[in-house]
């Protein structure tokens, strides 16, 4: 086998095994990183649940019950300062 032959075929299996590192570890070969920084994500991307929303009853007895609750608040504070 001619050298030339042998350092075509060492240089070939070189970038094979590049290409291999470069699957496994989700980097590109020959690639720099583009900078400082944690690198993007390759996962897909989780969409956000969609915001509940309240029933105007539901609001409505909440709003009852607090209201009662701040009436009671201030009785007692009103009859302690007496």
Same mark, same amino acid.
């Given at each position: 086998?001619?050298?030339?032959?042998?350092?075509?075929?060492?240089?070939?299996?070189?970038?094979?095994?590049?290409?291999?590192?470069?699957?496994?570890?989700? @980097?590109? @070969?020959?690639?720099?990183?583009?900078?400082?920084?944690?690198?993007?994500?390759?996962?897909?991307? @989780?969409?956000?649940?969609?915001?509940?929303?309240?029933?105007?009853?539901?609001?409505?007895?909440?709003?009852?019950?607090?209201?009662?609750?701040?009436?009671? @608040?201030?009785?007692?504070?009103?009859?302690?300062?007496?």
């Amino acid at each position: 086998m001619d050298t030339n032959n042998i350092i075509a075929e060492i240089d070939s299996e070189i970038l094979r095994l590049q290409q291999a590192k470069a699957l496994l570890t989700g @980097v590109g @070969v020959g690639i720099k990183p583009s900078g400082p920084g944690r690198p993007r994500s390759t996962a897909a991307k @989780v969409s956000t649940p969609k915001k509940r929303k309240m029933s105007k009853q539901g609001r409505a007895a909440i709003s009852a019950a607090m209201k009662a609750r701040w009436a009671k @608040v201030r009785k007692e504070s009103k009859s302690k300062s007496a």
